[in-house]
């Protein structure tokens, strides 16, 4: 499985982007997909994660209410809706598949994509 996240870019404060993660490859053994985040000086953590019929999301307490995931099934791509972004929200962000568990662990992703860089400005 080959994952691609892009869409990032510049915003300012209070503004919206919204990523974009393209999957190929062997993309009907993905079962959960997630939405990670890396900001300068700092750990990965978990933002965001979407199941395979999209049914069930989980959010990091630090986006919710703020950032939307979805997917479409049939383009095979999950999207990161993020709104009212803030500085604290300046980061490379990764998109990653795993192919079984639940949407609510945010451990045990097997495929990574390569980051797409937010900056968000103040």
């Known amino acids: 499985v080959q994952l691609q996240a892009y869409g990032g870019g510049l915003v300012q404060a209070a503004g919206s982007l919204r990523l974009s993660c393209a999957a190929s490859?062997?993309?009907?053994?993905?079962?959960?997909m997630g939405w990670f985040r890396r900001a300068p000086g700092k750990e990965r953590e978990f933002v965001a994660a979407?199941?395979?019929?999209?049914?069930?999301?989980h959010y990091a307490d630090s986006v919710k209410g703020r950032f939307t995931t979805s997917r479409d099934n049939a383009k095979n791509t999950v999207y990161l809706q993020m709104n009212s972004l803030k500085p604290e929200d300046t980061a490379v962000y990764y998109c990653?598949?795993?192919?079984?568990?639940?949407?609510?662990?945010?451990?045990?992703?097997?495929?990574w994509g390569q980051g797409t860089e937010v900056t968000v400005s103040s």
């Open positions: 990653a598949a795993k192919v079984s568990g639940t949407v609510y662990i945010s451990s045990g992703y097997t495929y």
């Open positions: 490859g062997r993309t009907s053994s993905i079962y959960n």
């Open positions: 979407i199941s395979r019929s999209g049914g069930d999301t």
